[in-house]
Every structure is written in C-alpha cells, then in structure tokens.
C-alpha cells in the first residue's frame, strides 16, 4: 500500500478516500517536485530568515 494524502484536509491516509470524505491522493518523492523550492522557502522560515 502507498501512503496517501487527502487534498481536502491534508491528512494522511492508506485509503483511497479520507475520513472526511475528501479524495486522498498518492504522495510523491519529495525529489524532482516543483514545491521543493518552496519547502526550501519554509524551512528559511521557520529558521527566522
Ligand atoms: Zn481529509
């Protein structure tokens, strides 16, 4: 089983659907995501950059 995401209430989950009723979907690698540069920009954040 993949890990799962709800695109509602972020929560993760095994299921295809969550527990609110939201669609879960698949989480992808981190890497070669076109967030990372704002995962980047939230980690400077969160250092008080
Ligand atoms: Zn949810």
Redesign the pocket.
Known sequence: MKLKK??????Y?LKDV?????R?DTVKPPRFSPEDKYGEYRRKLKRGE
């Open positions: 709800c695109t509602v209430c972020g929560t989950t969550c527990a609110c009723g939201g879960a």
